[in-house]
């Protein structure tokens, strides 16, 4: 069939065509009215200098190997410790307590949209009780009525997201959901958590330094030796001093959370767009493959 005839087939078929992209349109125009609005909170974070103390980088190359016996890693750069904490922000461990510190279960696992009159969270009755406290969802075995670590994991996994910026440094955190304001709360949690993880961690790497450390220097009368040890305590006790001292230990909160007024998705007048256009193909398709059936059909007859 050249152009002429193809166009011709469609013309005839127009009705078909017409009523193949009007149901698809309506049925696009019913999604976007009943699906739930998700809203996406966005942070902007940026690196913290890592080598305030100053010190730790002029003994590391003089005492580096003394130092990985006391488990000191002094050759750390702020952009490690950066590329550290964002796979630290995704791991399941550190989510799987974020999660339960702060008792996201319910509003993560069981909200269904959000009601904007009274800023709360309309639960789906299906999967969780309110009033009986309760998960009463029907899972296959293993999974319980209660979701599992793994599947609270995931979901929050996918409504967060982490890009950063090569260049610059820059960070850029995330978290979508369906009530603006829990969006928000969520993210500041998050960054604040995750500062507070990661101060933790090298306190505790710092001061067990520190005891060993004390403890080399109980069995060593080498003057000089005492002196190396001392001067590493002092680095690791400036590290500790640093890190009590700072609440934004390792991410620093440029632009912080707010509640959005503007949903994420659905895009209501783009989906209505695309499924027009998508109506529109298929009506043409459904038409051409009509034509195609009945030639086809034909060909035997006419031999």
């Known amino acids: 069939m050249d152009l002429r005839a193809v166009i011709g087939v469609l013309w005839r078929g127009k009705?078909?065509?017409?009523?193949v992209t009007a149901l698809v349109t309506i049925l696009a125009v019913a999604y976007v009215l009943l699906a739930a609005s998700v809203y996406r909170a966005t942070t902007l974070l940026s690196p913290v200098n890592q080598d305030q103390a100053g010190g730790l980088a002029g003994l590391a190359a003089e005492y580096a190997g003394l130092a990985s016996l006391a488990g000191i890693n002094l050759g750390s750069s702020g952009g490690d410790k950066t590329a550290y904490a964002l796979q630290v922000l995704q791991s399941r461990a550190f989510i799987s307590a974020f999660i339960s510190k702060r008792d996201l279960s319910v509003p993560l696992m069981a909200a269904r949209r959000w009601d904007a009159g009274s800023d709360g969270l309309v639960l789906d009755e299906d999967v969780y009780d309110e009033a009986a406290q309760k998960w009463v969802r029907?899972?296959?075995?293993?999974?319980?009525?209660?979701?599992?670590?793994?599947e609270k994991y995931e979901a929050f996994i996918d409504i967060l997201s982490v890009?950063?910026?090569?260049?610059?440094?820059?960070?850029?955190v995330s978290i979508a959901h369906y009530s603006p304001s829990v969006a928000r709360d969520w993210l500041h949690w998050l960054v604040a958590d995750l500062n507070e993880e990661i101060r933790r961690q090298d306190v505790e790497m710092a001061e067990q330094a520190i005891a060993y450390l004390e403890q080399q220097i109980e069995l060593t009368s080498l003057a000089e030796m005492r002196e190396v040890f001392f001067r590493l305590i002092e680095e690791q006790t400036k590290t500790v001093l640093l890190a009590n001292a700072n609440r934004e230990y390792?991410?620093?909160?440029?632009?912080?959370?707010?509640?959005?007024?503007?949903?994420w998705?659905?895009?209501?007048?783009?989906?209505?767009?695309?499924?027009?256009?998508?109506?529109?193909?298929?009506?043409?398709?459904?038409v051409l493959f009509r034509v195609d059936a009945q030639l086809t059909g034909r060909e035997p007859e006419s031999q």
């Open 163 to 172: 890009a950063e910026d090569t260049q610059t440094g820059f960070v850029f």
């Open 138 to 150: 029907k899972a296959r075995p293993p999974r319980t009525a209660e979701p599992s670590e793994q």
């Open 265 to 286: 998705r659905p895009q209501r007048k783009l989906v209505v767009l695309l499924s027009f256009f998508a109506g529109g193909l298929l009506g043409c398709l459904i």
């Open 15 to 19: 009705l078909l065509i017409v009523a």
């Open 250 to 263: 390792v991410l620093r909160t440029i632009d912080p959370p707010f509640a959005p007024e503007r949903r």
